[in-house]
């Protein structure tokens, strides 16, 4: 009994600091909306407040795919161009075969699984650096996608029904006072999902458990390897949705778009509190980081703030988030 008692209050004191970072985190947030509303009065106007959050829905799918690999104490820089890559293959099985629409939403969840899994590979069995292995997986998606493609555009104007995907709205057909577009519900829906496998399965728990301490894992009998490799092909399907989702938004498939969104995600997972060292982290954290990235996006557009600045802002609370993150850890 007494040799638990300083692990419960280490656990308690961690969950507690945890929780103040998400307070801190949300605060911040109310704060950039009063801040905005004061400065453009328009800021919450119904159009745009839907324009936030269709484009945190993209952000926040790839951000919670991204917490999954961070916890294990991992780092993912493909979420980007693996979305891209997906959106391509959907665009490859609707388009140029003509197969139906639910195939290709699994073919763009399996693509995306599978470069997952692959990823997750190289890390666990080849035992290549999280960010050397994402780093050239990144890359090749992004060559796979293009060589695909034929460096072209993939348009889905035949394909019925795709653009409700992200931009449909049964919310609307219910209610049409509240039109939220369906790409908002699917964020939640996978908020949902993916909160639920890290606090109620085995998954889960081992997810936090290679963050914490993967060796004592390992010495306990645990294949590490092979856990591990899950949560990257868990990630990567995410992934898969989120190039539904901004395949839908823009009505077709975009070879050269993705690098880039993999920093707006890891932004938000740290601004939501997760850790970097790994074995800390919500999912109700991360939503929050993706809102805090998306408002403030949108309202710096809406103040006409040059583009350059946007990148000084943004880098700037990305450095914040960071060193918060590293007093955290200190006083844990």
Known sequence: MTMAMPKQVLLAGSRLSGARHRLLAFSSL??????FSLAAPDFLSAGNVIAILQSTSVNGVLAIAATLVIITGGIDLSVGTLMTFCAVIAGVVLTYWGLPLGLGVLAAIAAGSLAGLTSGTCVAKLRIPPFIATLGMMLALKGLALVISGTRPIYFNNTPGFTEIAQGSLVGLVLPALPIPNGVLILFLVAIMASFILQRTVLGRYTFALGSNEEAVRLSGVNTDRWKMAVYALAGGICGIAGLLIASRLNSAQPALGQGYELDAIAAVVIG?????????T?????????????????LRLLSVPQEWQFVVTGSIIILAVYIDILRRGKA
């Open 30 to 35: 109310i704060a950039l909306i009063v801040i």
């Open 273 to 281: 509190g997760t850790s970097l060292s790994g074995g800390r982290g």
């Open 283 to 299: 999912i109700v954290g991360t939503l929050i980081g993706a809102l805090i990235m998306s408002v403030l996006a949108f309202g």
